[in-house]
């Protein structure tokens, strides 16, 4: 179980090249940075039922690490209160293993419907989506954090035992492969994560960013982006 400060935001791959954002993460990855980049690795997220949580689904996530059946819970504790910061969050990580959806909510307190045996995973799941991710890791000199950057490929996914969804499917009925990325900074403590983020002059590049593509990003973490991206019309 560990706990940590995380800062995230979602955009679309796309909408990168040409920006003030693009050359921002040009300059940091041509700067003298310590930069490792780790092998993809493809996890399924589940987006469970806000009907009968104690807090909303956004605020819980349950992933498929790597393999089905590696199952890992993440909480999420607290928000930071800055409106500047908005995406901060506090999270609890915890390795569960190969249990239910169902039994991971239920056991770990944040399951407030039936408590008896035999709930489906259709009761508590709304679906799934299948995240690839390739990542980056940078100690930056000048920022005095490290930022991940993470390449995404998103797809609604179909789990054996879960609904099937045909939100974010194409006309055929196929679901559609998107491409985003995500940009990040992580700490243990609010202070020392908040100063990381205001110092790293990203949310003025973000802002830009938002108005000059003519869409909202997405601020918060996996959770939010796999329940928002279930839902995409």
């Known amino acids: 179980m560990s706990k940590s400060w995380e800062w995230r935001v979602f955009f679309p791959a796309a909408q990168l090249p040409g920006t003030r ?4 993460l040009e300059s940091v990855l041509s700067a003298e940075n310590n930069s490792t980049l780790k092998a993809p690795r493809t996890d399924t997220y589940v987006v469970v039922n806000n009907e009968n949580l ?16 590696n199952m890992e819970l993440k909480v999420r504790l607290s928000k930071a209160c800055d409106r500047r910061l ?3 969050e ?24 039936s408590r008896g045996e035999g709930v489906s995973e259709a009761d508590v799941v709304e679906g799934t989506v299948s995240i690839t991710k390739e990542r980056r890791k940078i100690k930056s000199i000048l920022l005095r954090s490290t930022l991940i950057i993470d390449k995404i490929d998103a797809v609604v996914a179909t789990v054996q ?6 939100i974010a499917n194409g006309a055929t009925g196929r679901p559609i492969l998107q491409r985003w990325m995500s940009i990040s900074i992580e700490g243990s403590k609010l202070k020392s994560t908040s100063k990381a983020i205001l110092e790293s002059g990203l949310l003025g590049v973000l802002e830009d960013f938002s108005n000059s593509i003519g869409k909202t990003i997405i601020f918060g973490g996996y959770p939010t982006f796999v329940e928002s991206f279930l839902h995409r019309k």
């Open 161 to 166: 035992g879960t609904p099937k969804q045909g």
């Open 86 to 88: 908005k995406g901060l």
């Open 21 to 24: 954002l693009e050359k921002y």
């Open 90 to 113: 506090q999270w609890e990580k915890t390795v569960i293993g190969n249990i239910s959806v169902g039994d991971v909510l239920r056991t770990s307190g944040l399951w407030t419907g």
């Open 54 to 69: 104690v807090q909303g689904g956004d605020g819980i996530g349950v992933k498929h690490r790597g393999v089905l059946g």
